[in-house]
């Protein structure tokens, strides 16, 4: 997927690419919204090297900005479990995420260029009815960016994040 100066490749299954992550996964303002906590190169290999072959569920694109790699959005289909916590009923419900890894490109557009970028393939290719964001309460700037994206707060959970602390997040969604 490409869109002027921004594609979203497809996370390759090499050194160079986990690599990138690991340096990411160091930020504290990443890993604190996205995974709670510094993550290895080996972990992050074995978070994603699934998440590369052709039939995952969670395919992971690493968003390059002038050709060079600033970043990953992923998504994947809501599970009816999720679909409850959400308190959404539409059938084909695409859940995205997405960071900019390089903080000195935060604030200039591309996270929202990409969602939109990825919205447009999910809701022409995928055939999806809703996509939904669900950023922790207290990450204004992503809700911020969401929002200009044209996703609505529908409302606010609470459920365990990736190290098992109750979290207070906001389910944002977007209609096709």
């Not at 890993?31 to 709670?36: A, L, P, V």
């Not at 906590?37 to 992971?60: A, F, Q």
């Not at 557009?109 to 393939?121: D, P, T, V, W």
């Not at 529908?154 to 207070?168: A, H, R, V, Y």
Request: with cysteine; proline share 3%.
């Amino acid at each position: 997927m490409k869109d002027e100066n921004i594609t979203l490749r497809r996370l390759l299954d090499n050194a160079a690419d986990y690599k990138m992550l690991e340096k990411w996964y160091q930020e504290k303002e990443i890993y604190s919204h996205f995974e709670q906590r510094k993550l290895t190169y080996n972990e992050i290999k074995n978070k994603y090297l699934p998440r590369t072959l052709d039939n995952s569920p969670i395919p992971v694109f690493i968003i390059e900005y002038n050709n060079q790699p600033i970043g990953i959005i992923q998504y994947q289909l809501i599970n009816e479990d999720n679909k409850k916590l959400y308190n959404i009923n539409n059938y084909n419900c695409y859940e995205i995420d997405i960071f900019i890894g390089e903080l000195k490109l935060h604030n200039n557009g591309i996270g929202r260029r990409s969602i939109n970028l990825l919205s447009k393939y999910l809701f022409d290719k995928k055939k999806a009815d809703i996509l939904v964001m669900c950023p922790l309460k207290d990450n204004i700037p992503a809700i911020r960016c969401y929002e200009h994206c044209g996703f609505k707060i529908l409302n606010e959970f609470k459920t365990k994040d990736t190290i098992g602390n109750m979290q207070d997040f906001i389910c944002m969604i977007r209609e096709n």
